[in-house]
């Protein structure tokens, strides 16, 4: 045990939160997103080190910076309202005006590239029809927009060949049954590239620089995903790259010299650069608090903008010269009022679930935990279905453990990033065997001397949310208490009422959950609205009013289906938000209750009034 400095949720979250990156035409400034005033607006940093300088002043919507333009200052950046996401694309010209390039009540849009030559760029919008996304071309002079694919079958553009003659598509039949399409600019043509029997992944990765052949990923007779080549005109295929993990991109960069390769390696993202040619690997910096968590390569393939990220240290910006091999930091996202030190590092776990199988799982353990000085545990419910908890900095996650909770992030059965088998044993089974596999936890937490084995409670937001409300309706003895932020109570509605766009995907939800009306009784025994009587432990739910994902509605009933059975349950909702929390002040808000409930619940604390309105303002 060791003396802890504790800090309070404002320190943590004046740690801010920084992502994406493009380099400006003359590649003297970096783009990017941050949070550091409060919510997210684009900043830009000089490759060479300096100021950052804020370039939009959002004070109530979230902005996040997309791209410079090829040739000249301006940028793209998108932006919802209040968490709906239909998000718009926005070009913010020189001189500070914006311009909105998708306009419409309910449309949504999202930028897909730069024409190779870069004097177009590409974005897709539901403004026809809210099912399907079309595709546009946008001049980049006069941003005059050509009409490119109008979709009727729910294809996923992924990228526009570099002589403009193709259009790559993807289509997903469910999440382990993937397809590819090639379309023809010149005679309208579709071809289907990857006919297949069986599940097999086949995603689109990037078109070679000659426009010849398209690197795909796929898991075809492989538990995991890896990077293969098909040549356009002869059909020949052949892998390229595979890795102990899952490979889920690869990006060769704009003149064909390197290519970024990244790995899921077991919950911990890997970022390689290669050359393209020989294959052979380039050698980057290493970190020894942290790993490259993304990477974007200049166009005149000089320059690295790169992030790295560790459990105990958030998002940090660095930029690499090829030629000299140096790195050099931009951007520090972590609070001056925190050191890193006093942080925790996660641990990789695992044990055995009810039937045998191995269940990952990653470990904080706090500075202060002892065989002497026993500490309460939450187990960490992650998103999804098929999400993952990964390694990397949580300022949820270490504002926990550095009040004294242990924290387990279970890699339940039915999480990515441990082979296709492992990722389809949930299916139609949630509330049930992955539920078992957190009921499973508790025990591996009660074998470690530290835990106070009466204290430990369940977290989660969205699925992770459903999976608490699962855990105190179905195993209603098991844990202590539980925290639920926008999760699913009743499957059925939720289904039902998915957004327009959601619909050319909705068979992917039929086989893993079920179909609202023919597996209606199965649904309904997997929801926790319809068995909400059996919650007798106490419950946090926390929501936001404008989520398009998992409505309002579905927090509603819960709290009140609780509430007449007289449990405890606390409320919070947040009119500006949507699915999560994007403002600072919301989220200091939500986790000092989050705390302040777990305190009362798991350590017997009440000197603080439980937060039960309804409703945050």
Same mark, same amino acid.
Not at 379 to 382: D, G, K, T
Not at 470 to 479: D, K, R
Not at 569 to 593: I, Q, W
């Given at each position: 045990m060791r003396n802890v400095r504790q800090y309070t949720i404002e320190q943590f979250f004046s740690t801010f939160s920084i992502m994406n990156s493009s380099f400006s035409h003359d590649e003297r400034l970096i783009l990017y997103t941050s949070s550091q005033t409060g919510i997210f607006n684009a900043f830009?940093?000089?490759?060479?080190?300096?100021?950052?300088?804020?370039?939009?002043?959002?004070?109530?919507?979230a902005i996040y910076a997309v791209s410079y333009f090829p040739y000249d200052d301006r940028i793209l950046f998108v932006r919802d309202c209040y968490g709906d996401e239909n998000h718009h694309l926005y070009v913010l010209e020189s001189e500070g005006r914006e311009r909105d390039l998708t306009p419409g009540i309910g449309v949504k849009a999202k930028f897909l590239g730069w024409s190779h030559d870069g004097l177009h760029f590409y974005y897709q919008t539901n403004e026809r029809d809210p099912r399907f996304f079309d595709?546009?071309?946008?001049?980049v002079a006069g941003l005059d927009r050509t009409l490119i694919f109008q979709d009727t079958e729910g294809l996923n553009f992924h990228s526009v060949s570099p002589d403009e003659n193709h259009i790559v598509f993807g289509k997903d039949m469910t999440r382990a049954n993937c397809d590819i399409y090639l379309l023809s600019k010149q005679s309208g043509h579709m071809r289907h590239l990857t006919p297949h029997v069986g599940e097999i992944i086949f995603r689109p990765a990037s078109f070679e620089i000659d426009s010849q052949s398209l690197y795909y990923l796929t898991d075809e007779d492989n538990e995991f995903s890896y990077i293969a080549r098909i040549e356009l005109s002869t059909g020949k295929q052949s892998v390229v790259f595979r890795a102990p993990g899952n490979v889920f991109a690869f990006v060769p960069s704009a003149g064909g010299k390197y290519s970024t390769v990244l790995v899921d390696d077991e919950g911990q993202k890997k970022i390689s650069i290669?050359?393209?040619?020989?294959?052979?690997?380039?050698?980057?910096?290493?970190?020894?608090?942290?790993?490259?968590?993304?990477?974007?390569?200049?166009?005149?393939?000089?320059?690295?903008?790169?992030?790295? @990220?560790?459990?105990?240290?958030? @998002?940090?910006?660095?930029?690499?010269?090829f030629a000299i091999g140096t790195a050099r930091k931009l951007v520090e996202s972590l609070s001056a009022e925190i050191d890193s030190d006093g942080l925790v590092e996660s641990r990789r776990v695992s044990y055995h679930s009810f039937d045998g199988l191995t269940i990952p799982a990653f470990l904080w353990k706090p500075h202060q935990a002892s065989a002497g000085n026993k500490v309460p545990a939450l187990?960490?419910?992650?998103g999804g279905p098929g999400g993952q908890t990964r390694k990397g900095y949580s300022p949820r996650i270490q504002y926990l453990v550095n009040n004294g909770y242990a924290v387990l992030g279970v890699n339940y059965r039915g999480s990515s990033g441990y082979g296709k088998t492992f990722l389809a044993a949930d299916e139609r089974k949630h509330g049930r065997e992955p539920l078992w596999d957190c009921v499973e936890a508790k025990k591996f937490l009660a074998s470690l001397d530290y835990i106070d084995t009466s204290k430990i409670g369940v977290i989660g937001a969205s699925f992770?949310?459903?999976?608490?409300?699962?855990?105190?309706?179905?195993?209603?003895?098991?844990?202590?208490?539980?925290?639920?932020?926008?999760?699913?109570? @009743?499957?059925?509605r939720m289904i039902e009422s998915f957004p327009p766009y959601w619909s050319p995907h909705l068979e992917f939800y039929y086989k893993k959950m079920g179909h609202p009306v023919a597996d209606q009784d199965l649904l309904r025994a997997l929801s926790p609205a319809f068995h909400a009587d059996k919650i007798i432990k106490p419950?946090?739910?926390?929501?936001?009013?404008?989520?398009?994902?998992?409505?309002?509605?579905?927090?509603?009933?819960?709290?009140?289906?609780?509430?007449?059975? /007289?449990?405890?349950?606390?409320?919070?909702?947040?009119?500006?938000?949507?699915?999560?929390?994007?403002?600072?002040? @919301?989220?200091?808000?939500?986790?000092?209750?989050?705390?302040?409930?777990?305190?009362?619940?798991?350590?017997?604390?009440?000197? /603080?009034?439980?937060?039960? /309105?309804?409703?945050?303002?």
């Open positions: 830009a940093v000089p490759v060479s080190g300096g100021t950052p300088r804020q370039l939009t002043r959002s004070k109530a919507m595709i546009y071309r946008m001049s290669y050359d393209h040619q020989s294959g052979e690997p380039i050698a980057l910096p290493s970190f020894p608090k942290g790993d490259i968590s993304s990477a974007v390569i200049s166009k005149s393939e000089q320059l690295l903008a790169f992030y790295v @990220n560790g459990d105990r240290s958030p @998002n940090k910006l660095f930029v690499y010269e187990i960490w419910l992650h992770g949310g459903y999976m608490v409300l699962a855990a105190l309706a179905f195993t209603p003895e098991e844990f202590a208490c539980g925290v639920d932020l926008f999760g699913i109570s @009743n499957w059925v419950l946090m739910v926390v929501q936001g009013a404008n989520d398009p994902r998992v409505l309002r509605a579905e927090a509603d009933e819960i709290v009140e289906a609780v509430r007449k059975k /007289n449990g405890t349950v606390e409320y919070m909702v947040f009119p500006d938000e949507g699915h999560g929390l994007t403002k600072k002040t @919301n989220r200091v808000t939500a986790y000092d209750s989050i705390v302040k409930f777990l305190d009362r619940h798991l350590r017997g604390l009440e000197s /603080n009034a439980p937060t039960d /309105n309804g409703s945050h303002s």
